[in-house]
């Protein structure tokens, strides 16, 4: 049966892929905020296991180190929902603004995480990005409508869907089976707005 991955994938399944350098997207945002001055940069990350979590959590750690900055394992935080619950994502930012150590900068790696950083913030009335700066992955247009605008990582997602149709129609198609397979790695845009 012919299969191609999108976004996340099974690294163990030969097949074609097709995602984002999430390794690079994810050092591009944290960079971002230190290049503004952030230091204490949380990471708030979807369920350990899958692949853009850990390719986004390298991203994040390589542009700490590069910019000898120490990683703080209690600024990670990992929900299992990907933020699609609610409670999941304000346990997370809880537990992250106890105590003295306070991130300035949170990076959220999905679209729920981000917005559900955000309504966090907003429920415990600290000003993005005058008390915590945010920037997170997000496909979403209504970003740049929040208050403030979201700074974000945007894939290229019509573009991904569409280079995965063609990939699973060649397979489809082919009078063979297929075995040399590709991963198309498309680029992700940094767009900055008011909450950096």
């Known amino acids: 049966m012919p299969i191609v991955f999108y976004d996340r994938v099974v690294p163990e399944i030969d097949t074609h892929k097709v995602t984002v350098d999430n390794v690079l997207s994810a050092f591009e945002a944290t960079k971002h905020l230190i290049k503004k001055g952030h230091r204490r940069i949380a990471h708030l990350a979807?369920?350990?296991?899958?692949?853009?979590?850990?390719?986004?959590?390298?991203?994040?750690?390589?542009a700490l180190a590069s910019f000898g900055i120490a990683a703080e394992e209690r600024l990670v935080?990992?929900?299992?929902?990907?933020?699609m619950l609610q409670e999941e994502v304000d346990e997370a930012m809880t537990d992250l603004?106890?105590?003295?150590?306070?991130?300035?900068?949170?990076?959220?790696?999905?679209?729920k995480l981000t917005t559900g950083a955000l309504r966090y913030l907003n429920a415990k009335k600290k000003k993005v990005p005058q008390d915590v700066a945010?920037?997170?992955?997000?496909?979403?247009d209504l970003t740049e409508l929040l208050n403030p605008p979201l700074t974000i990582v945007k894939q290229p997602a019509f573009e991904m869907g569409q280079k995965a149709m063609q990939l699973l129609l060649q397979m489809v198609e082919s009078k063979r089976p297929v075995t040399d397979f590709e991963h198309i790695k498309?680029?992700?845009?940094?767009?900055?707005?008011?909450?950096v």
């Open 46 to 62: 979807n369920a350990q296991g899958l692949s853009i979590t850990k390719e986004r959590h390298q991203g994040y750690l390589k």
């Open 77 to 83: 935080k990992f929900c299992p929902h990907g933020g």
């Open 97 to 111: 603004f106890k105590g003295k150590n306070r991130p300035d900068a949170i990076f959220a790696s999905a679209d």
């Open 134 to 140: 945010l920037i997170g992955f997000s496909n979403s």
């Open 186 to 195: 498309l680029q992700a845009e940094l767009i900055s707005r008011s909450s």
